[in-house]
């Protein structure tokens, strides 16, 4: 199992109000992932998923949060807290 940072990430619309990744990914590592191929793997137990703090250096591990009723999604989560250092990366380029 390999451990993953996650360094980026691409939402369809960055300036809207309705937050969605599609994509995430290392360009130091050479990765850019879907959404749907993050879920995966971290369900198969294939690989774990995390984001660094840019401020502090403090690690939140990446996990899948499945809704009643909605698509699942990807979401850190660090000292018991859910929170939203996914959506505070960059965008990756294309």
């Not at 809207?16 to 137990?45: D, M």
């Not at 990446?62 to 939203?84: C, E, F, K, L, M």
Request: charged share 20%; proline share 6%; hydrophobic share 30%.
């Amino acid at each position: 199992m390999a451990d993953v940072q996650i360094t980026c990430i691409t939402e369809p619309h960055p300036r809207s109000s309705h937050e969605h990744i599609t994509h995430v990914g290392n360009p130091a590592g050479n990765w850019k992932w879907t959404r749907e191929e993050v879920i995966a793997s971290i369900e198969a137990k294939t690989n774990t998923f995390y984001v660094l703090d840019p401020y502090n250096g403090k690690r939140s591990d990446v996990a899948v949060v499945r809704p009643s009723g909605r698509a699942p999604y990807i979401q850190t989560h660090a000292d018991g807290d859910w929170n939203n250092n996914l959506l505070s990366l960059n965008q990756c380029q294309s």
